[in-house]
């Protein structure tokens, strides 16, 4: 078994290019001619590379990410570089040597050198004016006008319609698929394009029909406000897949209802500032609470966040609203005041939205969505002895980011990944 | 009235003190049950010398309209209108005065049209509380106090509207600072028959899990998957990159260095999730004699912060504003991954007190922030690692077949010393939970058994316990 690992991954390294293993090796460009030197006695390293501005990197920064295999062993990419050589550190030397900047240092621990690839200076720049700010701004999504759509068959046979597809949830937040078998628990299959199904207490796969003692409101025929799904945990349930078994014609209503929260909270933002800031101040708890029953744990779960997250530049990086499980407010009585005069007013601004698409859903269409960031409703229905079966699952936010970074690296796509809103300061 | 004997334990003692109460005052006991002016005045009287306690212990996981016995009345609350209808004002002698906004009721009401009991969920929508709020009415009748709105009259029960009072900063801080952790001095220890078949066991353990961050379970058998026994007592299994359960022995070029037989560091797994692993079990099947070394070393990270905290704030907080990425890519192995996310080592909650560690330094990749930051951050870097490799708070063990170690993933560090296998073998399974079950399972089992614990704080990014 052993062997048969090594070979495998010797076989590996013969078919993928060294530079889409990883980020610190070449990347076989030519490189600009570049110049670089040692300044502010040791602490800094300047590099010129022609026509672009000068970039400056700490001696204690490199240090730190050296990439030689001594630091950062081959295989499995870890930073070993411990605390004790970053003290009493200098740059000695830097010299330019084709492709890379051969650096050495002095420290408390004796001397290192390290060869760095310049494009991947480069692409770790943090000196030039505006490169924090512009990553930002890369990283910000788009907002869809229509409902985007793609084919079931067009994905799973093509490897480009897949990926845009992928691109469709990330950039937009939200997919329709068509033309799905009808067939028990087939989007099982289109969560495998993403990932594993997350399991959650809906184990993999849950069915949204109405049952006698519901321990949640989606079993029942009832209407569902706009809300996001599981807000009670701190990781909740990253992307949805809502897959239609069936919906007879004789049903009344059950339309489902998808807006986009991202746009109507940056649209708070710009209109009401004040409070804005209220809702990225003073958290609400979610709860969720229910005993023992038909297989399920009890639980008395219990999380409190505020709606809005925002990170280190005032980015919107996460988003929470699950109006069904809210616990009564835990916050002073000013705060109290402040937050149902914002909490109402966007919860009206959602209601009103012109960004809301009504969709009726057809057997064998599947809606994709980011929970973090796009939210759903369902209109109350009649059965009129009809059936409307609506299977869903869910799959783990990380796991759809790192398949969509793995397959635009795979494709050669120069796309830059959009924020998932999972409260990451970085997307 | 000179009874004293009054406790938070003894709920009939209220009644047993009218009862004196009445038999001098020459008064058929039955009298004082009926509400009659006199034994209105009475049990007033005796409330301002009483705490205001609830009568009756009620069971928190059911419904507020479940229990069928009624408090006798004179529990000590009063209620009336305050700031022209804007606010509900809930009188007790001991705890004073507690208000509550017209908009908060409306939208917490407990009647059972806007309450479904059993889901616990609000059927009260945001445009239910659009409208006029103002409170017209206030009763307190049979411990339930009667709110009228203008189309709407609210129920709650007395105790529950205590219980859930913001008005006072102090007990909301206190409220909090309950959920404070602690720190253990020597290694907690469960055993694994006692965790598994009884709810006493489950419950030590979890206690320790959550109290102190860490408990080792010993006594169980070596076998694969008998931590998928532990992990039924707590929630359902957490899949990482490593998959459902996860193997720690040495193999040729690992993509993780615990896939070998180096030493590892002070650290915490899986930061390059949104929600890390919470709960980590490490079950040790094989540590042949021979092998030497590979001893499991657990350090609550917790203390090391507050001590940074105490002795060098500027540090304590540049790790709380400038973010850190990090990142697993790999693009040999079957399963490619390329996640990344980027936070603060330390984030604080509402009250300032820290609700999220994350600290992995081989897993951690270039920062990116300002120039004039980045010598900032190192100094603050540095002396945090310091701290947390020299700390006395490390628990060092050497975990024996069938011994399993279970430990908070997001509070703990974790790290090993190096070992040589000398022909034998050293195999750990594993596995995680998340952490928010660590806090709702103990919810659950100290209602269940009667403990009335309260959850420490299990560092999962709350903004508040």
Redesign the interface.
Known sequence: L?RH??W??LF??AI?QPS????SLSYSTVASSCNTSVTEDGKKLHLVCDGERER?Y?G??LR??CRCPQCL????????V??SH??DLKLANAKVEGNHVRVDWNSATGDHSCNFDIEWLKK?D??TPGI?EE?KKNELPLVAESLPTMKYDDIMSSTETYFEWMKQINFYGISLLKNVPTIDKHMIKVCEKIA?P??S?HQDVFDLIAVD?????GYTNDDL?LHMDSN????PP?IMILFCLKFDDCIEGGESTFLDAYPVVEELRRKHPKHFEVLTRV?YIN?????SLDGL??????????HISL??HNQVCGISWS????A??????KE??EY?EA??LL??MF?ESPLKIVHKMKPGEAVVLNNHRVLHARNAFKTNGGERHIQGSYV???FF??KF??LS??LNKEVSIKHMF?????? | LGDRQVSGMFSRCATFSVYRASKSLFLPATSILKPSSIAVRLINDYSTRSNCQPLIYRDPTKSSFDYTEKAVIGSGFRVSTADDGKKLKLICKKDGEMRYHGVWLRHNCRCPECYAHAAHNTTVRPEHLTGDNKILAAELKDDIVHVTFHNHTALYPVDWLKEHAYSNPDILYRKHKEAEPLVAKSLPVSDYNEVVHTKEGQYKWLRQLNFYGVSLIKNGPADRNTVRKIADRIGYIQESVYGELFHVKTIPDPDNLSYSSNDLIFHMDLLYDESPGGIQMLHCINNDHCVEGGESIILDAYPVIKQLREEYPEYFNTLCTLPVPYMKIDYVDEKKYDMKFARPHITLDKYGEVSAIRWNPPGQYAISVPEDKVEEYYTAFIQLSKMFAESDLKMVHRLEPGEMMTFNNRRMLHGRNSFKQNGGLRHLQGLYIKADFLRSKFIVLSNELGKKEHTKRVFIDNMFE
């Open positions: 052993i690992k090594m495998k991954k590996a390294r993928f889409l293993r990883y980020c400056r700490h204690i920064w730190h990410n062993p081959v295989y499995s990419q870890q930073n070993i411990h605390h970053l003290v770790y943090y000196t924090h990553r594993e997350q399991i207490a003692n519901p321990t949640d409101i406000y009670y945990f701190e990781s990253g958290p709860h969720r609470i229910h005993d744990d009890a639980v008395r779960h219990k999380y409190s966040a505020p990170d280190h109006p069904h499980h809210h009564p407010l835990l916050a002073t009585e109290v005041e149902y909490f109402l919860s009206n209601d783990n936010v990380d980011r790192s970074a793995v690296k795979q999972n409260r990451s300061f970085v997307a």
